[in-house]
């Protein structure tokens, strides 16, 4: 239909894609027709929503933290999926713990995940997407890359490091017609959110309290913003990071 998003470049992987925030990429990817493989440790939760989002989605076990496997995965998807053209970097692992109290293998398991592991996939996929000379990334931040939020110092940390990464690569692959950007979700509701805000009735109040849009974000909000970012529409947009957070990062 007319002032439909098209897709070019080929296949779309989405970390973390068997619930919450990547499941909701993962759909929005597959409904506007492109292959989706979706990755997480966990082989039943892949397998229920491969169920849920229909055949255009597939799963591939694997675990970014183990960053040395992820060109293994992106040497299998485009063997049996085919070329990989998108990748969004959703997987991460949250920590909320004052900093005083954050060990040494605190640090080491959150930045595993949300920087070694990212770097990795995508380097895997940005050295097949050269040779293509067209792809695009999107890097899953957070509020807590934009701003200071307290009791969450390594996530933060790693967070703010992705839109350091983003821009460093936007730069360095632009030449090869990779494109890379990054999506700051707003405090969103899904599992993820609610466990971290268990039991602290003052943050949570805190939060929505200054939400312009006075109302969490929905998971689709966070699909919306990523499938823009990488389909053709978008060819002139590479370094952005957009916040989408119901005006939580202006507002008061």
């Known amino acids: 239909m007319a002032g439909a998003l098209t897709f070019a470049a080929g296949a779309c992987i989405v970390t973390g894609g068997a619930s919450g925030i990547g499941k909701a990429i993962a759909g929005a990817f597959a409904a506007a027709g492109v292959p989706v493989v979706i ?42 999926v085919g070329p990989v053209g998108y990748l969004v970097n959703n997987a991460g692992r949250h920590l909320k713990k004052p900093f005083v109290e954050t ?10 995940t949300n920087l070694r592991g990212v770097f990795m996939l995508t380097r895997a996929c940005a050295e097949r997407m050269r040779a293509r000379r067209r ?16 009791s969450v110092p390594v996530y933060s940390l790693t967070k703010t490091g992705l839109l350091g990464l983003t821009r460093s690569l936007a730069s360095e692959l632009g030449a090869d017609g990779i494109r890379v950007n990054a999506v ?17 009735a003052a943050r949570l109040a805190k939060i929505t ?44």
């Open 39 to 80: 990755t997480g440790r966990n082989e039943e939760t892949l397998r229920r929503a491969c169920d849920d989002l229909g055949e255009d989605v597939v799963f591939r076990v694997s675990d970014v933290d183990d960053g040395d496997a992820q060109a293994d995965l992106v040497a299998d998807v485009e063997a049996n």
């Open 135 to 150: 792809g695009a990334v999107v890097m899953i931040s957070s509020m807590s890359g934009l701003m200071g939020l307290s």
């Open 184 to 200: 700051c979700p707003g405090f969103i509701d899904t599992p993820m959110f609610r466990t971290a805000v268990q039991g602290d």
């Open 209 to 252: 309290g200054r939400i312009p849009l006075q109302e969490l974000g929905d998971p689709a909000d966070i699909a919306g913003a990523c499938l823009y970012l990488c389909s053709d529409q978008a060819r002139y947009l590479t370094g952005v990071t957009l916040p989408v957070d119901g005006g939580f990062s202006i507002g008061f």
């Open 103 to 112: 060990r040494g293998e605190d640090f080491d398991a959150v930045v595993a």
